[in-house]
């Protein structure tokens, strides 16, 4: 097990632990948000890199800026970020490069903010006929 996944292991849960060693064993990747899956969406309208405290700090933001307005967890807003989409895998990616330049593990609390759902979306996209 590498060192990134170890790191990761001190601070997770049993079941969590038991995720990512299957995903690890069979070949899988693991999309992360820190701190929520929300920051992909909020990277969609800006590029944001200051520590974040949780998920209802980053729909405010979302809210309140106007960007998505109407948030809930259950609302799709697909169609709002799509025409986006290239910037926030832009800013997404930055941002990992810099915590990775940085030695900030990606798979951390002291990543705050950081996604890997752009390698999702990108494979994703990849796979559109």
């Not at 309208?45 to 809930?72: C, H, Q």
Request: aromatic letters at 12%; hydrophobic letters at 35%; one cysteine or more.
């Amino acid at each position: 097990m590498d060192d990134l996944v170890q790191s990761l292991l001190s601070e997770v849960t049993p079941d969590e632990q038991a995720a990512i060693s299957y995903s690890e064993k069979h070949g899988y990747k693991i999309a992360y948000s820190n701190p929520a899956f929300e920051y992909w969406y909020l990277l969609h309208f800006e590029k944001r890199n200051g520590y974040l405290k949780d998920s209802a700090t980053v729909i405010d933001i979302l809210k309140n800026k106007g960007y998505l307005e109407n948030y809930g967890k259950s609302v799709d807003v697909f169609e709002e970020l799509q025409e986006h989409q290239p910037e926030a895998i832009q800013y997404a990616k930055e941002r990992v490069e810099r915590l990775t330049g940085d030695q900030v593990t990606v798979f951390c609390r002291d990543s705050n903010p950081v996604t890997t759902v752009y390698e999702l979306v990108e494979f994703l996209n990849s796979k559109r006929t």
